[in-house]
């Protein structure tokens, strides 16, 4: 490991950043230097704006994805290696506004019934039935599970918070048969050694299979799961003040935007073209002068 590397993981430690970012940001400077072949800290604004257009230009990649390598960057060089430079240096690409994709509730259905093993369907389902992320679902301990209250508990959550999510009686039900099959000891869901939960990788992986079993024609995530669960809430008249503790956002406004207007609200709201009281005609004929006006001599100057 480079003294680079390890000072800017030093750094994410101290701010106290989450594995999975400080995963990402490794990753995306861990490229930008092999891509100039060159350590980052004798590159300067000049590649990482190049650089910005080769990932977008001849990669392809979506302004999200580059959008993150711009956040690594600017922490790397602002804050690591305190560059006198300001935010403005880095901008960031803009991210088109696209409505999400939902899962309807057969579509929910089939996307289980497709998942063979049963610890894979637990996990998932726990993503859709308690609006967990995957890293949440994959990370539980046994000892999360409060079968008296029906709660979730969620430890270090997004940002470092604990909370508590709402636990199915469905839910209940599969975990108690996935116990007395796998009898865990510590994380709920184990890999081969048990000192390990299992990856948020390979859940991914099954997503993407189960997809194709089921012929869902939607890109189907855990993440889609956990967006399924608001909006599905929502829909079902669940207050969003209730739903963002459940998500764990820190801003209603977060809840407000990732939760938007149903489709089925949509659906329901009644056209005033329907309210109207007058029959539409199929065909309608030239409108006729006035007689009156017709037999009136034109005016002259």
């Known amino acids: ?3 680079l590397r390890r000072c800017m993981q030093d750094e994410m430690q101290l701010r106290n950043f989450s594995a999975a970012t400080q995963r990402s940001y490794i990753h995306y400077i861990a490229d930008f230097a092999k891509h100039y072949n060159t350590s980052p800290s004798q ?3 000049d590649e990482v704006r190049n650089y910005q257009l080769y990932l977008l230009q001849d990669r392809e990649l979506a302004p999200t994805s580059v959008n993150c390598f711009v956040s690594a960057a600017k922490f790397l060089y602002l804050k690591v290696l305190e560059m006198p430079w300001t935010d403005v240096d880095f901008p960031y690409a803009k991210t088109p506004d696209r409505l999400p994709a939902v899962l309807t ?5 089939r996307f289980f019934q497709a998942i063979g093993l049963l610890r894979h369907r637990a996990v998932l389902m726990l993503c859709y039935g308690s609006g967990l992320r995957i890293s ?15 709660l979730v508990r969620v ?5 470092g918070r604990d909370r508590f999510s709402v636990l199915s009686h469905r839910m209940l039900t599969i975990l108690r048969e996935y116990w007395l099959i796998e009898r865990p000891q510590k994380w709920l869901f184990p890999t081969t050694r048990p000192d390990e939960h299992i990856h948020p990788g390979a859940i991914q992986q099954i997503c993407r299979d189960a997809t194709r079993i089921a012929d869902i024609p939607k890109r189907v995530t855990p993440h889609l799961l956990r967006h399924s669960f608001a909006t599905h809430l929502l829909e079902n008249g669940t207050d969003t003040r209730v739903i963002q503790v459940l998500l764990g956002h820190r801003r209603i406004e977060t809840t407000a935007r990732y939760t938007a207007v149903t489709p089925r609200s949509l659906a329901n709201v009644v056209s005033p073209l329907d309210q109207s009281g007058t029959p539409v005609k199929t065909k309608l004929g030239r409108p006729r002068k006035n007689t009156a006006d017709a037999k009136r001599p034109s005016s002259t100057r």
């Open 43 to 45: 590159l300067g604004l």
């Open 105 to 109: 509730a057969e579509e929910v259905e």
């Open 1 to 3: 490991m480079t003294p």
């Open 155 to 159: 430890r270090e959550g997004k940002g």
């Open 136 to 150: 949440e679902a994959c990370g539980l301990q046994i000892s999360d599970i409060d079968s008296a209250r029906m």
